[in-house]
């Protein structure tokens, strides 16, 4: 696979795989409202060096989020996206100058216990999903997806309890992640990656990840609000555990 091994620096073989990945991952989050870069990026955790894993993730991430949202952008919820936006500018700066990192394992634990919280609890007071609640959210999550690259459960716990309506979640959700992965470049950037060495790979990944898109937005349409609901609350529960595990093990 003599163009896959130009494309990608882990060899033919498994940049096929990605590229299949990133089409199946695509599909999943736009079906089901979120789960595909958590998965995606708990594959790329074992094959893909530690320095590379988050921004290459990222930006992978930022092409799939801007094809979901090109796709449904009369659904996106322009409110929650502005009001989230102030966040998201200072969760990047205070990834880029962050000295003190929590404990390993800490972060994916705050992470669960806000999504089962969202999920399962009494739900969020309604102040908190208002214009300052909405910023708080853009920043903590923006400084956690540039530490761990696991936020996305979090921000689509926070949109289902603003967003009615299956389109609005998922293209809000899309809108929101696209912002958030946008600040990588600039995150990463300040830190020194290189991402011409990937460049080859996170391309075509990312095309391969419209095509997922627009699979995935086709079953989107043919479910009912009620059962998207319950896929997606069944989706963010078990990555939600898979997280808990995740930490527990790291700590």
Do not use: Y
Not at 170 to 189: E, Y
């Amino acid at each position: 696979m003599p163009l896959l091994d130009a494309l990608s620096p882990l060899g033919g073989h498994l940049g096929l795989l990605l590229i299949l990945l990133s089409v199946l991952t695509s599909a999943f989050t736009a079906a089901f409202g979120a789960g595909g870069g958590v998965l995606m990026i708990m594959a790329l955790a074992q094959v893909m060096p530690p320095a590379a894993l988050i921004p290459v993730h990222g930006m992978v991430q930022l092409g799939s989020n801007v094809g979901r949202m090109a796709m449904t952008w009369r659904h996106v919820d322009r409110a929650t996206l502005l009001a989230s936006l102030p966040g998201v500018a200072l969760g990047a700066v205070a990834a880029a100058w962050l000295l003190i990192r929590l404990p390993a394992g800490v972060l994916e634990l705050c992470i669960a216990a806000f999504v089962l919280f969202t999920l399962w609890g009494p739900g969020l007071p309604r102040r908190a999903l208002g214009g300052p609640g909405t910023l708080v959210m853009g920043a903590a999550t923006t400084l956690l997806s540039s530490l761990v690259g696991a936020s996305g459960p979090a921000v689509a716990a926070f949109i289902k309890q603003r967003q009615e309506g299956r389109m609005a979640k998922v293209a809000t959700f899309s809108a929101c992640m696209m912002a958030q992965h946008l600040t990588k470049a600039f995150v990463f950037g300040v830190a020194g990656f290189v991402f011409r060495d990937w460049l080859g790979l996170i391309l075509a990944m990312v095309a391969a990840g419209f095509l997922g898109t627009w699979l995935g937005l086709n079953v989107l349409r043919r479910l009912s609000d009620r059962r998207f609901d319950g896929v997606f609350r069944l989706a963010l529960t078990l990555l939600a555990l898979r997280l808990v595990w995740l930490g527990l093990q790291r700590l």
